[in-house]
């Protein structure tokens, strides 16, 4: 059974770094590209953030570029989001998801808060 | 950036039809990818590449796309529909291609 278990949110000031942890399993992790995916309270979804497989391509959203960084370790089966420089439009929960053919993502983690708040 | 544009809300009474459109650019060009999400509950692949249905969902769910509009099509809708709907399309030509639908709140009357 696939399965994805985010980790690391909480709450934390603005201007303050935090690391989120998504745990694989169920699947053969290092043959997937992965995706970070987050949802501000009552508003919809925004993409963040794609890694490759073998992390060779990478992608992130206008507005987190150059405050996130992503990757992954294929060996732990996991995949990571750097948050720095946070602001409180970075609230949100933030979702792991899997990214299947033609990109679409087809499953995802049950998602970890992340409040950035004085 | 591409933009996609779905109407905030969709009512229907149980037993008819919910269409839900999302409108981009040429959007016929692209695979579109449609999401269920229940409150509470992280969302879940209803419809991929226009019109495929991943294993375990209801034949009900189906899915077009031509022109600027691809739409999802809920047939013969049950109260356990009722969700927000988000429509998504990866944009190749963009440096940040992932890109979702503005949402659409499903309300079964």
């Known amino acids: 059974e696939v399965q994805l278990v985010e980790s690391g949110g909480g709450l934390v000031k603005p201007g303050g770094s935090l690391r989120l942890s998504c745990a694989a399993s169920g699947f053969t992790f290092s043959s997937y590209s992965m995706n970070w995916v987050r949802q501000a309270p009552g508003k919809g979804l925004e993409w963040v953030s794609s890694i490759s497989s073998s992390s060779s391509y990478i992608y992130y959203a206008d507005s987190v570029k150059g405050r996130f960084t992503i990757s992954r370790d294929n060996a732990k089966n996991s995949l990571y989001l750097q948050m720095n420089s946070l602001r409180a439009e970075d609230t949100a929960v933030y979702y792991c998801?899997?990214?299947?053919?033609?990109?679409?993502?087809?499953?995802w983690g049950q998602g970890t808060l992340v409040t950035v708040s004085s | 950036s591409y933009v996609l544009t779905q109407p905030p809300s969709v009512s229907v009474a149980p037993g008819q039809t919910a269409r839900i459109t999302c409108g981009g650019n040429?959007?016929?060009?692209?695979?579109v990818h449609w999401y269920q999400q229940k409150p509470g509950q992280a969302p879940v692949l209803v419809v991929y590449?226009?019109?495929d249905r991943p294993s375990g969902i209801p034949e009900r769910f189906s899915g077009s796309n031509s022109g600027n509009t691809a739409t999802l099509t809920i047939s013969r809708v049950e109260a356990g529909d009722e969700a927000d709907y988000y429509c998504?399309?990866?944009?190749?030509?963009?440096?940040?291609?992932?890109?979702f639908g503005t949402g659409t709140k499903v309300t079964v009357l």
């Open positions: 998504q399309v990866w944009d190749s030509s963009s440096d940040h291609p992932g890109v």
């Open positions: 998801a899997r990214e299947a053919g033609k990109r679409a993502f087809d499953y």
């Open positions: 590449d226009d019109s």
């Open positions: 040429n959007i016929g060009s692209k695979s």
